[in-house]
């Protein structure tokens, strides 16, 4: 590829943004109407499990989980790209009140024509991430 695809810019962009906590620069990646479904299904962040759609439920999303974390690490070992969407493959590292937790995953991003994020769909396990709770060293 002579250019990078925009799902895999889209994808680092929001790492980037989520990590140093700039939320109004990680709201800017979104469509409108677009969903975050972060993990899918239903869980303590979307109980009925239809995911936060629209910038002011995206919004509310990052206050009740990224706003909240000391420190938020994406180790991706591999992306995929096909479509309009790119998926990676690895373990968002979270440290929360001196407590480091590693939720391994797949990690779909969707884009736009315009480059935009139209969905975020994280499949991960809590149940699995929180067996992995440690002290942060």
Known sequence: MSEEHPARIAARASQ???????????????????????????????????GHRGRDAIAAFYDMTIANTEKLEFLVDDVLVCGDECVNIGTIRTTLAGTVIDAEGVFVYRVDGDGKILSLRAFWEVERAMKTARPVE
């Open 16 to 50: 980037t943004a989520a990590g140093a906590r700039r939320k109004d620069e990680w709201l800017a990646l979104f469509a409108e109407d677009a969903c975050v479904e972060d993990p899918v299904g239903p869980s303590g962040f979307d109980p009925e499990g239809k």
